[in-house]
């Protein structure tokens, strides 16, 4: 009777196999359990979350959540804040960025590819150097502490972003299929909107929620130039963190409510995110 015996490189694949596995099982553990023990934490009473031991059973409450949207801890403007900024900011970023990065794209000017890096080192820049020069146009235009004030803050980092995302999604189809819309009777415009375009729809959703995930966290921009009539969830959440005190109930609760809807917007299309993400950013100018 002969035995089957295990090749070395089969023996190599496996422990590669289980290797890979046991890293992707540690990094969903460090990405998961602070999520969930926030999201727990923000159904615990006063008492449960401020305990020396961590209490896993516990008799869930929502007062957490409607403290956050009763008398003065009114929770309904800064999420309308948010919605607004983040949402208009990304939406125009998207829309700018697919026209810039179609003339990127289709161009064949000389330096190409240095132009394509200097409009996204633009994003590499440190906040500290942008924050000063544009809050003192914003002040001079009265933007500050005003909505389009806040889009136009979260355009000056998505907007480059957007531009250098989408420019590569269209380096990606053929220049024949422009020709052939062209040959057709098309127009440069119409050969964009009803042909080039469509063809990039892993992109445009690729990029509208990167750029929006970005909005939506922002914290400094918010800082900055927001205030009473502006204020995003991001600044609601630093309000609770006092002199006299955390109360980590409310934080917590805020910390889902910022976190879950990026969450399902990611699963909601994570399809087209990771299609966008493996045929745009790999191969970007």
């Not at 059973?57 to 309308?80: H, M, Q, R, V, W």
């Not at 804040?81 to 208009?88: E, F, N, Q, R, Y």
């Not at 914003?138 to 355009?155: H, S, V």
Request: glycine share 8%; net charge positive.
């Amino acid at each position: 009777m002969t035995t089957l015996r295990t090749h070395p490189v089969d023996r190599t694949t496996r422990r590669a196999r289980l290797g890979i596995g046991l890293v992707l099982v540690l990094a969903l553990l460090w990405t998961l359990v602070p999520l969930v023990w926030m999201a727990l934490s923000s159904f615990k009473s006063g008492a449960d979350v401020t305990s020396a031991e961590p209490t896993v059973l516990f008799e869930p409450t929502l007062d957490n959540y409607a403290k956050l949207f009763s008398g003065a801890n009114n929770l309904g403007p800064y999420i309308l804040h948010s919605v607004l900024a983040a949402g208009i900011s990304s939406v125009l970023a998207v829309v700018l960025g697919a026209l810039a990065g179609y003339g990127l794209a289709g161009s064949r000017m000389r330096g190409k590819k240095h132009l394509a890096f200097w409009i996204i080192s633009t994003r590499m820049a440190p906040i500290a150097v942008v924050v000063l020069p544009l809050f003192l146009l914003f002040r001079g235009a009265n933007l500050i502490d005003t909505i389009p004030g806040l889009i136009l803050a979260y355009l000056t980092f998505n907007l480059p972003f957007a531009i250098w995302l989408m420019s590569a999604f269209f380096a990606q189809i053929p220049p024949s299929v422009e020709e052939s819309a062209l040959v057709e009777g098309c127009t440069r415009w119409q050969a964009f909107w009803h042909v080039i375009l469509p063809l990039t729809k892993a992109g445009l959703v690729t990029t509208f929620v990167l750029c929006l995930v970005f909005s939506w966290n922002d914290y400094a921009f918010a800082l900055v130039f927001s205030g009473p009539n502006s204020q995003t969830l991001p600044m609601a959440a630093d309000q609770l963190v006092t002199q006299t005190g955390i109360d980590w109930g409310q934080l917590t609760a805020i910390g889902t409510i910022v976190v879950l809807p990026m969450i399902v917007a990611g699963l909601a299309v994570r399809r087209w995110l990771v299609t966008g993400l493996t045929l745009g950013a790999v191969t970007g100018e």
